[in-house]
Every structure is written in structure tokens, then in C-alpha cells.
């Protein structure tokens, strides 16, 4: 994991106060949405569906200051649309950043080359850019040729300019385990803080419907792809998550940790179903009807979703809402996942043993759980 010490100090003393003020939902990441318009037009996304009068709308920088200080989660991520495109974005990237709030400003850094000279590098700023693949695939995804080497451009330049750096791939069902494997080896290779990955999720108006993953075959790809993975390979997002999309961990979607506000306000129930709006944070939280979504809820639009904005919150919640999975995660971090022979990978079988009841390894620690049910 390559996640900064000062924000995960930020997350676990938020974690924390919330804890102790008795809360069982809150947000740790905003996501926030300037605009939805893009430059690119890809298959597997449906932001760019609106009507023309929307894409031209924009939210005001005080918008965006005010829904950050109403949501107060320690971290903000803009996607988009495409955020360099937003004719304020300097304004609001430096307003962000001046509340000390851990920023991920997602690009297709078609762009960021150009726009650098207009942001300070800072500890609290992190450019996430969107890197679907190697070059072929990167470009079928995008719709356009030559975006992948303008992205490995920016992403140069902005490190020689000082920026943190992340990357955001999102898989689909076409992907290639052993060429992605080698992908990853070419993004660390550029510098970059860590990557963040994800199989992408079935949006009802993306162009594209065909080639979107059906949780086991999510599962079975990630393995493939992560299975005895090089420490060389940093990631920024936490080891418990990384474990789920391989199916080794067991989490279930906690939606309002990643709250999403936009040009039509606080959407329902999350960043990936749009399902209604509340005009304030706290009627999203309060009045949200939360058991109607996530898996175990029987939602069919939930079945296959394992994006990290709704499984991520549910990670944390695993490493701190106990003994075991706080030591559990520990043990990753230290000593990576269990090593597993190529051929045994698809072999596994699912251990059943309840959370509370760990195995112990000969090193003390309590074994990773295939499935470690987090309530």
C-alpha cells in the first residue's frame, strides 16, 4: 500500500471521532462533481449522457468549498467529466487544498501538460490519472488513439514538477491478466505514488454493455492478475480491499462513505446509481433508505458492483471495527498476502471460520480469512 502518513493519520482520527460521537455511517471520501463534461467519449461510461444544457453547466467554486465543509470527510476526490475542463478548477483545487483535505483531482490527463504551471504542488494535492491499460487498451477504452502516450507525458511531467501522482485503471471483461501484470510493472516504473484499480461497474446509459464483469468473473481476474504480486507494485488503496476484489475477503458495500454531490445536489445512493437527490448531507444520510442497496440487500443493480467507492469505506470499517482485522491487515502490510503456488489459485477452497475465531500461523498473527464477514 502507498498511501501518504499524514492521511491515513487524517482518516484514522476521523475513524475515530466518529466512534466515539456513536456514528455508524459517515463519509470518508467526497466525491465531488464540478461538471460532467469530458473530452473523451468512452464505451463504459455514462457521464456524458446528459442533455447538451447540463454538460455546459458547471458548480461554482462556493459550491464545491460548501460541500466539502458540509460533508467534512478528511478526503475529496473530483472525477468527472473531465475537471481540467472546469473554468475555475485552479480556484477550487486551492480551496480544497487550503481546508487541508486530501485531494484527488482524476484526469484523462489530456490537459494536465498544459494546466501544471497553474497548481502548487502540495502534500495534500495528488493528480489520480486515468490509465485503463496498456497502450492498446488503454486507447480502445477511450475511443481515441494516442491518449495513453499523452497521458505517460503528463504523468512525467507532473513528477518532474514535484505533484504526487496516482493512476486509476478500470478493468473490464477483456483484460488480459498477464499484460496488465506487465502494466503494472510499466506504471511503477514511471514514478508514481501507487495505482489504484477497480472492475468497472455497469452503467445503465454507458454505450457499452458488453463488456462489463459479473462478480466471479471480477474475482477470478484479479486473482490472475494479483496473485503472488512483486512488493515493487504499490497501490493506493488499502490491502483489505485488494483481498476482495480476489475474493479472499468478504466486505459489504457501505455507500454512504463515499457521498457524491453534483450540479443536481446530494445523489442517492452513491456515486454509481443515481436514484434521487437530497439537497443537504445530513437529509442524504438521515432520510437514504441505506438497506435497499448493497449486496445483501437483493438489489439487482447491486449484485455485481465491487468498485472500490463503495467497498473501500467497508475495508476501513473491516481493519479498525475489531482486534482481528486490525492485525490482519497488519499482517499484510508487513508480510503481503500468502503465497500461492500458480496452479492452486483457481483451487481454493472457502474457509467458513466466524472473525472472532482466527487461525493462528506459526509467526502468532491470525491467518488471513478467505472470507472474513464484516457485519
Known amino acids: 500500500m502507498s498511501v501518504p502518513i499524514g492521511q491515513m493519520i487524517a482518516v484514522l482520527r476521523h475513524v475515530a471521532l466518529q466512534r466515539l460521537r456513536g456514528n455508524t455511517r459517515y463519509p470518508l471520501v467526497l466525491m465531488l462533481e464540478p461538471l460532467f463534461r469530458c473530452n473523451l467519449a468512452c464505451g463504459g461510461c455514462g457521464k456524458i449522457q446528459h442533455p447538451t444544457e447540463i454538460l455546459r453547466s458547471h458548480l461554482t467554486p462556493e459550491q464545491c468549498f460548501n460541500a466539502v465543509d458540509e460533508c467534512a470527510a478528511p478526503m475529496v476526490s473530483i472525477p468527472g467529466g473531465e475537471p481540467l ?221 465491487m468498485v472500490h467507492c463503495g467497498y473501500e469505506p467497508a475495508a476501513v470499517e473491516a481493519t479498525f471495527g475489531s482486534f482481528t482485522g486490525l492485525l490482519s491487515t497488519v499482517q499484510l502490510l508487513l508480510f503481503g498476502p500468502p503465497r500461492t503456488p500458480p496452479l492452486a489459485v483457481e483451487a481454493q477452497t472457502v474457509s467458513h471460520r466466524k472473525p472472532d475465531q482466527p487461525k493462528l500461523q506459526s509467526n502468532g498473527l491470525p491467518a488471513l480469512p478467505i472470507l472474513n464477514q464484516v457485519a
Open 85 to 305: 475542463l472546469h473554468p475555475q478548477i485552479e480556484q477550487i483545487v486551492a480551496g480544497i487544498v487550503a481546508r487541508k483535505k486530501y485531494l484527488y483531482l482524476c484526469t484523462n490527463a489530456i490537459k494536465l501538460e498544459e494546466m501544471l504551471p497553474h497548481f502548487t504542488p502540495s502534500p495534500y494535492l495528488a493528480f489520480s490519472v486515468h490509465l485503463d491499460g496498456p497502450r492498446e487498451e488503454h486507447d480502445v477504452a477511450v475511443g481515441r488513439q494516442g491518449v495513453f502516450d499523452t497521458a505517460v507525458s503528463a504523468i512525467r511531467a507532473a513528477r518532474k514538477a514535484g505533484f504526487r501522482v496516482t493512476t486509476n485503471s478500470t478493468l473490464f471483461a477483456d483484460a488480459n491478466p498477464e499484460r496488465y501484470r506487465v502494466f503494472f510493472d510499466e506504471v511503477m516504473a514511471l514514478g508514481v505514488e501507487g495505482m489504484m484499480i477497480s472492475p468497472g461497474y455497469s452503467y445503465a446509459k454507458a454505450p457499452d454493455q458488453t463488456h462489463f464483469l459479473p462478480r466471479q468473473n471480477s474475482q477470478t481476474l484479479f486473482r490472475r492478475i494479483l496473485e503472488n504480486a512483486p512488493r515493487r507494485w504499490k497501490f493506493n488503496q488499502s490491502p483489505v480491499f485488494l483481498e476482495f476484489l480476489k475474493g479472499k475477503w468478504d466486505l459489504e458495500c457501505r455507500p454512504w462513505g463515499t457521498p457524491t454531490y453534483n450540479l443536481f445536489g446530494w445523489q442517492r445512493p452513491c456515486y454509481l446509481l443515481d436514484e434521487g437527490y437530497a439537497k443537504t448531507f445530513s437529509d442524504l444520510m438521515e432520510h437514504t433508505r441505506w438497506e435497499d442497496y448493497g449486496r445483501s440487500s437483493g438489489n439487482a443493480k447491486c449484485q455485481d458492483c
